[in-house]
């Protein structure tokens, strides 16, 4: 009778290592198991559901409306294809008033709101910041969004009341700076020299065309 076996525990002890490292890539491979499934996306262009503007004035069916986008040394707003960016300065006024800033219009039904406000800032200078959206030939109030409050910007949505139809709007912003003793007319504020103190706030504007729903914007980069 032949026998087989391991007669050094060396060896055994090296073929229990290579059974068990033999194990572990069968297991390694075996977790890599992927599945692929395909999508396809057509993108076109089509016309824009809003449109932004500014300058002396814009033009909505041939009709002309005056803005007051820039005015030196206290205000300039600037349309862009995406949206609007402005530069404002307050002071130690109770509200600051930036009054028929940027023109809008409406092509496309829907609902608009303001999400995902952030603030940069060295020290909180507005405590209050509204956006109110008029109508350009009543200049009635159809809508304020309230992007800061009490010194702190809003968390989730806030949306008008009800969908903008199609038409021309005003866009106006009114400021209430962080009380008038943060920002008194010598240029002090505590330690802080208040001319030199800045805030940025980023804001979105949802705009639904789909239905009456305020969606925030997922988590981006870049």
Known sequence: MIKFGMRSPKI????????????????????????????????????????????????????????????ENYANFTATPTGFIAKINITNAYYVYFYHALG??????????????????DHPIIQQLSIYIQDAKTNQTVCKLTVIDDSR???????????????????????????????????RSGHHSSLSLSETVTLYFGYNVASQTSVPLPPISG
């Open 104 to 121: 809008l219009v409406v092509n496309t039904r829907g609902l608009l709101y303001v999400t995902n406000v952030t603030v940069t800032r």
């Open 12 to 71: 055994r002890r090296y073929a229990v290592i290579i059974a068990m490292a033999l194990m572990l890539v069968s297991v390694v491979v075996l977790a890599d198991v992927i599945y692929y499934y395909q999508g396809v996306i057509t993108a076109q262009v089509t016309k824009p559901p809003l449109e932004f503007y500014s300058g002396k004035n814009f033009k909505y069916k041939g009709e002309k409306f005056p803005l007051n986008s820039q005015v």
């Open 153 to 187: 910007p809003i968390s989730g949505t806030q949306s008008c009341p009800s969908p903008l139809q199609p038409g021309s709007y005003f866009i106006s912003v009114i400021v209430k700076p962080n009380t008038i003793s943060t920002l008194d007319s010598s240029g």
